[in-house]
């Protein structure tokens, strides 16, 4: 029998891209890892899981070489393919993804744009204060999560960064004032010293207030505020008092109708809280490596998400490249899924395009998916069976280690092999 301990691992299921974790690996078989996380679940067990066919063909099991040459062929009679996913993949895949839509003069497009795309919007226009994970957990004395429960999505975000004892926090969650704002009522916010219930959609109203109140203006009487104008006028207060603080800020604030338009008045706010004391605010990603997608995409076409390359140059423009426009549209022919995650964002018009057009999905061996594609390669799991780097979601890239060995080639090795396929057969 043979055991082997890694340390330091770093887990992707979520953008907090943990890598703390000490995972045991025996015969061959991932059987422990601590500390626990509750959204782990059987991440790790699947990992066990029995044996699955490298490829299908509308369903039937065929050889790798088969499946490229299908997929190759798909993109080949494409007038207008479209790439879509990302956030599980690594550096090395979203090169690939992109290099492989530059080729073809495809679309290319992330699960940024089903999630924190109006984020994005908002800091283009307005800029963001950011700073690191670390950085919070050594000096903020005021941490706010707006529209965000990290309890259930980045379950360990509290005990890594928020709670944790630093440089100038050395009693932890002793030396912190949590303030959770939300319009309805958290995991989160049971552990708050302060909850702050804000009537629903209202968080404009609630911020553009305190950017007043900073300034000593008050609102009209009866004017909507989002919150309470007492409570407003003690956040307003802890804000510029506080020796550091920080919003973290979620899905909650963001995907609402004029998302864009609450981020622009949140970051607002922080810059001008910074007139009087240290302040950030900081986006709590959800899927593992969104933020490396972002980062890819960025530094390969100038563009976060929704990059149309079929002039040659890339086009950015959300409302007009997103998949799920493009799909509800139909002003696509053919569809690469890099991992299948937020389809069920989609909505019923995207879905059924979806399903008329032909579908290549790179997937890992038990990830899931509501109808069956044209193609789909099996694909091993950076961090588990191959190297690479994870973006977590203060954007700091995290080493991605090898536990154990698989059959299955990597996303950015399947990308690349049809890359090389369209190449020698055209
Ligand atoms: S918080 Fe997220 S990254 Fe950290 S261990 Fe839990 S699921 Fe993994």
Not at 129 to 151: F, H, K, M, Q
Request: charged residues 20%; negative net charge.
């Amino acid at each position: 029998m043979s055991e082997q301990l890694f340390e330091d691992v770093a887990c992707t299921v979520c953008a907090c891209v943990c890598d703390d974790l000490r995972v045991t690996v025996r015969d061959g078989r991932i059987v422990d890892y601590q500390p626990f996380c509750s959204r782990i679940g059987n991440w790790f067990e699947q990992q066990n899981s029995q044996p699955f066919p490298a490829a299908l063909q509308s369903g039937a099991e065929v050889a790798f070489e088969q499946a490229i040459d299908q997929a190759a062929t798909i993109l080949r009679q494409s007038r207008s393919p479209l790439f879509y996913g990302l956030s599980r993949s690594s550096t090395e895949g979203q090169r690939a993804a992109v290099a492989l839509a530059d080729r073809l003069g495809a679309t290319i497009d992330t699960t940024a744009s089903e999630g924190h795309a109006p984020s994005i919007l908002a800091l283009q226009q307005v800029g963001e204060s950011t700073c690191s994970l670390g950085e919070i957990r050594n000096r903020a004395d005021l941490v706010i999560y707006w529209g965000s429960d990290p309890i259930q999505w980045q379950p360990r975000h509290l005990e890594r960064y928020s709670m944790k004892a630093g440089m100038l926090t050395p009693g932890g969650r002793a030396d912190r004032t949590l303030i959770v704002v939300d319009s309805k009522r958290t995991e989160t916010a049971d552990l708050a010293d302060h909850y702050l219930e804000v009537e629903k959609d209202q968080d404009f109203e609630a911020l553009w207030t305190l950017r007043g109140l900073l300034r000593g203006v008050e609102p009209r009487p009866g004017s909507r505020t989002g919150l309470p104008l007492d409570q407003l006028r003690d956040l307003a207060q802890r804000m510029k008092t506080c020796r550091c603080g920080i919003i973290f800020f979620g899905y909650g604030l963001v995907l609402q109708p004029m998302g864009n338009n609450n981020v622009q008045a949140l970051l607002q706010l922080v810059t001008e809280l910074n007139q009087y004391t240290r302040f950030y605010a900081r986006r709590m990603r959800v899927a593992g490596d969104v933020s490396g997608a972002d980062s890819v995409l960025c530094w390969q076409t100038g563009y976060p998400f929704s990059v149309n390359l079929a002039r040659g140059y890339p086009r950015y423009s959300p409302d007009e490249f997103s998949a799920a426009d493009m799909l509800e549209r139909r002003e696509t022919d053919a569809v690469v899924l890099i991992g299948s995650s937020r389809l069920d964002c989609f909505s019923p018009a995207a879905l059924d395009h979806l399903q008329r057009v032909p579908t290549i999905l790179l997937e890992h061996p038990f990830g899931e998916i509501s109808f069956e594609p044209t193609v789909r390669i099996t694909t091993a799991i950076y961090g588990i069976h191959r190297p690479g780097t994870a973006y977590r979601m203060d954007e700091v890239p995290i080493p991605l280690r090898p536990l154990l060995p698989s059959e299955f080639p990597s996303d950015g090795e399947v990308l690349n092999a049809i890359h090389a396929a369209l190449s020698t057969r055209s």
